[in-house]
């Protein structure tokens, strides 16, 4: 049975970069961390450097495009871990294709990870979190949140949509003590696929040219954070040199 003065921050998409250092910036504050994605054996790194660290973690391997999955995931959170206190979701979906070459599966795909998947987690926490009347949902947003671009079709209204569904939600969700954000992260991040494919653009680490996760997971950790008088919905998040 959960343990009622404990709190949970559940990520969604918590890979090797962003998301496992939203759940370890967490997880240092005393959360515990319910982390997911489609391969659990992936996550057990993440789970064991926050254990070293002194924190607790779980991790589950779940389809967020699956409705019956991400019910179940949420329900064993609540009934057996913690109340969850915090869902991010930071699912990717990043693909490039020319409108010709778009097929519709790889439209209705990138749709189905980057926000159907979205709304089955912002809805199922929002049921978990109204009787409370507390609670932050924060989804993660990119440069595709705000804009389309040659290539982008599918990924960018993928990502449109999942910023339209957190609007709705802050408007409905807020007046009832739900802090529903939507940081956009804009520009490159510390990763071994920016490293490996873009190594001029990586080369301008140490002057602050990308993101690191870490400063990330800062901004994430501060939203959750803020008084309910000055609540920020929607920040934009890039390095000093980022052309905007």
């Not at 064991?48 to 973690?57: F, L, M, V």
């Not at 995931?73 to 930071?90: G, H, Q, S």
């Not at 003590?177 to 990763?191: E, F, L, N, Q, R």
Request: with cysteine; proline share 4%; charged share 25%.
């Amino acid at each position: 049975m959960a343990d009622g003065k404990k709190k949970a921050i559940l990520v969604i998409g918590a890979g090797d970069a962003t998301g496992g250092a939203i759940a370890q910036r967490f997880a240092r504050e005393g959360y515990i961390a319910c982390v997911t994605r489609r391969g659990a054996d992936k996550l057990q790194p993440l789970v064991d450097q926050i254990r070293a660290a002194g924190g607790e973690a779980h991790g589950f391997g779940s389809d967020a495009r699956k409705e019956e999955e991400m019910v179940a995931l949420i329900a064993r959170i609540e009934a057996e871990i913690a109340p969850i206190e915090v869902a991010v979701f930071n699912i990717g979906a990043n693909v490039r294709f020319g409108i010709t070459e778009t097929t519709s599966r790889v439209y209705f795909k990138v749709w189905e990870m980057a926000c159907f998947a979205g709304f089955l987690m912002g809805r199922e926490a929002a049921k978990v979190m109204l009787p409370r009347g507390r609670g932050t949902i924060l989804f993660t947003g990119a440069t595709a949140s705000l804009r389309g671009r040659e290539g982008f079709a599918a990924f960018a209204g993928a990502k449109h949509a999942l910023r339209a569904l957190a609007q709705s939600m802050a408007r409905e969700l807020w007046p009832q003590g739900i802090h529903v954000a939507h940081p956009v992260i804009d520009g490159a991040i510390d990763t071994e696929f920016i490293r490996s494919n873009f190594p001029e653009r990586y080369a301008t680490k140490e002057q602050g040219g990308i993101v690191s996760p870490e400063s990330i997971a800062e901004a994430y950790w501060q939203l959750h954070k803020q008084p309910r008088d000055a609540w920020t919905h929607e920040t934009e998040i890039r390095p000093w040199m980022e052309t905007w």
